[in-house]
C-alpha cells in the first residue's frame, strides 16, 4: 500500500502506469474485441486512411486492418519485451551473483567473459546471434536478452561484491549454511530491489531492440505482426501513406516512454533513501521558513539559541526534531546537552550553522545569533565564512565525514586553507603540528595515511584536528569521544579544556555520557522528545536531578565500586516527534505521571540558571 502510495505520488509515474495499464487492457481484451483478422489481405482496400468505414485506424499496404494488426503487434512485441527482460535478469543476476559472492579467480574468470561480450557493440552482437540463428521472433528474443546479460551482471555483482563482505554474511557462514543457501536466503533478498528495478528501467529498451530488429526483417516473419514489422513493412510509403508508418511508431513511443515513467518511479519508491529524501541533493544551507516573529535579541552568550524550531517534512508528515529550544553558551564556558537518541541534540547542533539537510529539514522558527548576529537570517557567503573558522563542528562519524580518498593531511591543509592564505608548506607544518595535538603518534608519517588506513579512534582524533584547525571561537561536538577508548577520551577532553582555559573557546558538547558531563561540562541541558526538559549548572544536575527523566537517565548509568544494583532502564521508548502526546512528552514512561501532566502545555520553569519543564519534579528548584 505504502508503496503504492509512493508510486503514484510522482505524477509521471503516475502517467506512465495509466498509459501502460491501458495498453495492457486493449491488448488482454483483443479476444473480445470486435476486431478483423489482421492477417486478411484485401488488395482492393489498400492505404485506406484512418476513420474510413470499418478500418478505425485505416489499412496498410497490402490492405490488412492497422487496429487489428496495431493491437496484435503491440502484444507480441510486450510479450517479447518482457520475456527477454526476464530471461536477461535471470542469467546476468545469477551470473553477477556468483561472481560477486565468490571473487577471486571464479570472479576474474566470469567477468572477463562478461567483458568480452561488452566489447562488442550490442546491436552488432545481436545481429550477429540472429544471422547465426536465423531469422524468427524467438531467435531475435534470444539474441536481445543474451546482449542484456552483461548489463545485469555487472549492476548485480558490484553490489554483491560489498555484500559479500559484510558481516551478516560472515556470521552466516560461520553457523553452518552453504554456499547455496548463503546466495538464496542472504544476498538474493538484499539484490532483489536492484534486478527489479534495472528490469523495470530495461524493458522498454528491450522492447525497441525488439522492435529494431523486426524492422530489419529479422524478427518476426510475414504474416505475423509485432511492432518493428508493422514499421518496417511502411517504410515503402513513409511518404505517399504516412500513418501507416506513424500509428506503430505511436504504439512503440508510448509503450517505452510509459515503461521507462513507471520504471523510474518504482525505483524511487522502492529505494528508502530516495524516499526519505535522504538521496536529494540538499542546500548549502538549511531552509528557513520562519512563521512567527524572530524574537529579540537577549543579549546571551557568544551563541545563542532562541525558541529554536526545526522541523523536517517528509511526505504529508511534520517530525518536530527540535521544537522550541533556547540554549546558550558564553566564551571559556562548556555547555552539555544530553538525552538519549533521537532527542533531538544532534538536529539542535547542526541547525546552528545551516547544517541540518534541506530538504527534508526546515528551520521554521526562532534564532541563532553568533555574536548578535541572527544566523538563520545571514546569506550564505557569511555563513560558510564562518562555518569551521568561527564555529566548528566535531562530528559524530569520522568515516562518513572524512573524505575516503584523500590523504588525512591534504584534508586538514584544505581545511586551513579554505580560510587563511597560508603557503602548503606552512598548512603542512600546521597540520602535524594539530595531528601532534590531539595525541596521534608519528605525526609527520601519519599526515600521508588515507581515513581508512586508521582506526576509528584516530580518524575521530582526526575530526577533532581538523575542527580545531583555524583556532574557532565556539566548537560544537556532536559525542567526539565515543569511539575512542577511555585513557584517548581522557586525553581529548583535557584539551578542549584546556582549549577553552587558555584560549577562551565555548563548547557545546553533546553526549550520553554523565562522566564526560561531569568532567567537561559546565552547565547541563537536558533534551527530550525534541524539547529541553531540564537545565542547570552540572553540579546541580548531576546532584539533584529535578525532571524524572533526567533521575532516570542517572540511575542507568553504573557506578564503578557503587556495590551490587540493579541498572533501572528507562521503561518505553523515545517518542515519535511527528507524533508527540499532548501535554508531557515522557508521562508514557513516567511512574510520577498523573492526569494533568497529559493535558496541556507544561512549560521549563524556574530561573535562567536553573529549570525544569515538569510539575511533579523529584526536587523543587529555586
Ligand atoms: S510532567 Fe508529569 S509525566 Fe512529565 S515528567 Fe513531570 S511528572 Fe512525569
Redesign the pocket.
Known sequence: MMFLRLLFRNRLAAMGAIVLAIILILVLAIPILPLQDPDVIKTSDRFLKPFSDGHLLGTDHLGRDLLARLLHGTRLSLAVGIFAALIAATIGSAVGIVAGYFGGRIDNVIMRGIDMLMAFPYILLALAIVAALGPGLMNALIAVAAVNIPFFARNIRGITVGLAGREFIDAARLSGMGHGRIILTELLPNVLSTIVIAMSTTVGWMILETAGLSFLGLGSQPPQADLGSMLGEARSALITNPHTSIIPGIMIFLIVMSINLLGDGVRDALDPRLRSGALSRPRAKTIVDRKGEVPADDGKGLLNLQSLDTQFHVSNRVYRAVNDVSLFVNRGECLGIIGESGSGKSVTALSVMGLVASPPGVVTGGAVRYEGEDLLAAPYESLREKRGNKVAYIFQDPLSTLHPLYRVGDQLMEAIQVHHKVTDAEAKQRAIELLMSVRIPNAESRIRNYPHEMSGGMRQRVGIAMALANDPDVIIADEPTTALDVTVQAQILALLDDLRRERGLAIVFITHDFGVVAQLCDRVAVMYGGRI?EEGTTTDILDHPA???TKRLMDCVPELGGGKRALAAIPGLPPMVSDLPP????????????E???KGE?ALSGSETRA??????EEEIA
Open positions: 526538559v525532571h524524572p527523566y501535554g508531557c512528552a515522557f508521562a508514557p514512561r513516567c511512574d510520577k505521571a498523573t494533568a501532566c497529559r507544561i525544569v519543564r515538569c510539575i511533579h519534579p
